[in-house]
DNA sequence: TAAAAAAATGTGTGCGCACACAATTAATTT
DNA sequence: AAATTAATTGTGTGCGCACACATTTTTTTA
């Protein structure tokens, strides 16, 4: 290790012939400074690219930064369990500087408790929030009221454009239906019936399945297969629904359009014995990991939940704590799981 | 944001009835201290769960870190350009912090010259190295000196278990290999012949072609297709030599295990019009995504070294300047890309 | 022109830690 | 028991910055 000698404010003062006060008033531009100084400053600065020490910086005004994540209870659906694994890497990795991470859940199936928590997230008065806006309508009211305070939010999995959140993290779901498309289209033989499935609890965001379900047909437009679409909003039931579209003996495969409805459909294929039906579905999920390590999945598409959770969790923290610059989209790539390459995902620690 | 309430030092001292001074000691083992002491400070430490703050332990200890990379010169090879493009990427993210991130090539197809920058590495005095160990005799003999000078270092793309690095940053090659097997496999049809291909300028990492072929075998052992390998070191004359391969009706797939060789191939299956022969090889080169976009190559898998080199980096910064505990090895995922995902790994930031 | 107000600039302190050094106490030696 | 030496403990300074406050200069008002 050598001394450093990094321009520091003190020798931009130095250099502009003023004092560090003013320095510290142009760059952040409080106070009153005369156009003299700042251009004499301004000048030194630009001609020195001056970059701020930010370890310095964050010692230097003494905060505790408050982060809370706002995302449906965990114990309810696996993939947010999966969201809420990523906030915990999160609070582990910044558990040496002075932030506070806090959860708050909300229950995935009652648009009304998504609103109670709003008191909640308002009252414990947060520098940032991170929010999977699963409900729409009651997102926008919550983020209404965070513009109001000016609380800044970072929105993932689920986008509001409109909302104009400080950055929103999550995948392309129309490019995510195509590759679905791509793979099931890989199989060779004469079978040409493609099935789109859609299985949910809650209707609220069956606009992002029809996203997915659309990308899907757009892959096979100019191709001779025949796209056919189910809706199922009573897993219950889906067995008989489904009965008899899986038995069509030109079924290629069927598309999944939720990470929990790909290990109900394996679930029926394996029972019925059509295995050789396609699968292809989304997320890492427990469940689905044994279907698809038997071969009754064939891929999974990876929206990687955990990751997104927790670069959102870092970019609020990145961003409020060391002032770094955001995108406005992180899109995450479109990540194909296979059997064999299952393990590399699940053991890499980077992920 | 909150006034913080974190346990500092000065807070460990007074309820162990110590200085500070005394809680330094026993936090670094440096200096006398009386077991009696010793034993009172440990005792706050652990029931508090005392965590340095880093932000300050970086300020305090005013250093410059050096950083310095070793990799294959970037223009004589696009993969190793990328390695160096995720080493760019470290520089810009760093350029805050007191870190000085330097590169060192070498000539890829001259392993004498990888000894030459010994001295050049030596002399530069850093506080940690990153090392692309492709030639393994002569990274032997460099590491040696490394420990000798104890100078902490990170191995990346290749590794070298005897050599006992601070981490290893790589992939699973075996498993890459099955992973080719299971996406050649996947096409239905008749044909049954596999070729594996080699093409290489320089024998030197001829073990993790071998590697990657013997995961390909593995993946098709138990099944009723045939394997066939080809070696060629001369590029020039590839074509003249695997021309009565891939005329060979049978033949389903080949798989190239280098990233060059792949779309030399895909040249040449184009030259024939052998485009329904599958192609499976690695890369994000950018020939390869001219020919995957084409439907030339069908899959690509990414070894990812642009961002093995920033982790790299990454990790000796964390570890020299905040001195966190790597992990011992970060082997990354597999990841398969094909035509439809493709854009989403290339456009995202994260990647 | 003096006094008051406003504008501009400068100074000082603390953040939590590392590290050098000073001060104190205990153990040996003479 | 005083003088040395060793062992232990305490204190002070600086890292680069933010931010509060003090000081100086200029402008306005009386």
Same mark, same amino acid.
């Given at each position: 290790?050598?001394? !450093? !000698?990094?321009?520091?404010?003190? +020798?931009?003062?130095?250099?502009a012939?003023?004092?560090?006060?003013?320095?510290?008033?142009?760059?952040?531009?409080?106070?009153?400074?005369?156009?003299?100084?700042?251009?004499?400053?301004? =000048?030194?600065?630009?001609?020195?690219?001056?970059?701020?020490?930010?370890?310095?910086?964050?010692?230097?005004?003494? !905060?505790?930064?408050?982060?809370?994540?706002?995302?449906?209870?965990?114990?309810?659906?696996?993939?947010?369990?999966?969201?809420e694994?990523?906030?915990?890497?999160?609070? =582990?990795?910044?558990s040496?500087? +002075?932030?506070?991470?806090? &959860?708050?859940?909300?229950?995935?199936?009652?648009?009304?408790?998504?609103? %109670?928590?709003? =008191?909640?997230?308002?009252?414990?008065?947060?520098?940032?929030?991170?929010i999977?806006?699963?409900?729409?309508?009651?997102?926008?009211?919550?983020?209404?009221?965070?513009?109001?305070?000016?609380?800044?939010?970072?929105?993932?999995? %689920?986008?509001i454009?409109?909302?104009?959140?400080? &950055?929103?993290?999550?995948?392309?779901?129309?490019?995510?239906?195509?590759?679905?498309?791509?793979?099931?289209?890989?199989?060779?033989?004469?079978?040409? %019936?493609?099935?789109?499935?859609h299985?949910?609890?809650?209707?609220?965001?069956?606009?992002?399945?029809?996203?997915?379900e659309?990308?899907?047909?757009?892959?096979?437009?100019?191709?001779?297969?025949?796209?056919?679409?189910?809706?199922?909003?009573?897993?219950?039931e889906?067995? +008989?629904?489904?009965?008899?579209?899986?038995?069509?003996?030109?079924?290629?495969?069927?598309?999944?359009?939720?990470?929990?409805?790909?290990?109900?459909?394996?679930?029926?294929l394996?029972?019925?014995?059509?295995?050789?039906?396609?699968?292809?579905?989304?997320?890492?999920?427990?469940?689905?990991?044994?279907?698809?390590?038997?071969?009754?999945?064939?891929?999974?598409?990876?929206?990687?939940?955990?990751?997104?959770?927790?670069?959102?969790?870092?970019?609020?923290?990145?961003?409020?704590?060391?002032?770094?610059?955001?995108?406005?989209?992180?899109?995450?790539?479109?990540?194909?799981?296979?059997?064999?390459?299952?393990?590399?995902?699940? %053991?890499?620690?980077?992920?």
């Amino acid at each position: 290790m050598i001394e !450093k !000698k990094n321009i520091r404010i003190k +020798d931009i003062a130095q250099m502009a012939g003023v004092s560090v006060g003013t320095v510290d008033r142009v760059l952040h531009g409080r106070g009153k400074v005369s156009s003299d100084a700042q251009q004499k400053v301004e =000048e030194v600065l630009n001609r020195t690219g001056y970059k701020p020490n930010l370890i310095a910086r964050t010692l230097g005004s003494n !905060k505790t930064l408050k982060i809370t994540a706002l995302l449906p209870d965990p114990t309810q659906d696996d993939y947010w369990a999966l969201a809420e694994a990523g906030i915990l890497q999160s609070i =582990e990795e910044w558990s040496y500087y +002075d932030v506070e991470i806090n &959860c708050i859940f909300f229950d995935l199936y009652n648009p009304g408790s998504f609103k %109670t928590t709003t =008191e909640g997230v308002l009252g414990s008065k947060p520098d940032g929030i991170l929010i999977a806006p699963v409900f729409h309508h009651e997102s926008i009211e919550l983020l209404n009221q965070l513009k109001v305070h000016a609380i800044p939010y970072v929105l993932f999995n %689920t986008n509001i454009p409109e909302a104009d959140p400080l &950055c929103f993290i999550g995948q392309n779901l129309v490019q995510s239906g195509k590759v679905a498309g791509e793979l099931l289209g890989l199989a060779g033989g004469s079978r040409r %019936t493609i099935m789109s499935l859609h299985l949910y609890e809650n209707r609220d965001n069956s606009v992002h399945l029809m996203a997915k379900e659309h990308g899907l047909r757009q892959y096979f437009q100019e191709q001779p297969y025949q796209v056919i679409s189910l809706d199922l909003s009573t897993p219950n039931e889906v067995e +008989d629904h489904i009965k008899e579209a899986i038995l069509n003996p030109d079924l290629l495969g069927i598309f999944v359009t939720t990470s929990k409805g790909t290990y109900i459909v394996a679930q029926i294929l394996e029972k019925y014995s059509l295995e050789h039906i396609r699968l292809v579905g989304y997320d890492l999920l427990e469940e689905n990991l044994r279907y698809l390590r038997k071969g009754t999945i064939d891929f999974l598409i990876n929206q990687n939940p955990k990751r997104m959770a927790k670069i959102g969790v870092n970019h609020l923290v990145n961003h409020l704590l060391f002032q770094k610059t955001l995108p406005e989209k992180e899109i995450f790539p479109i990540e194909i799981i296979t059997r064999q390459n299952l393990d590399s995902y699940l %053991t890499s620690r980077i992920h």
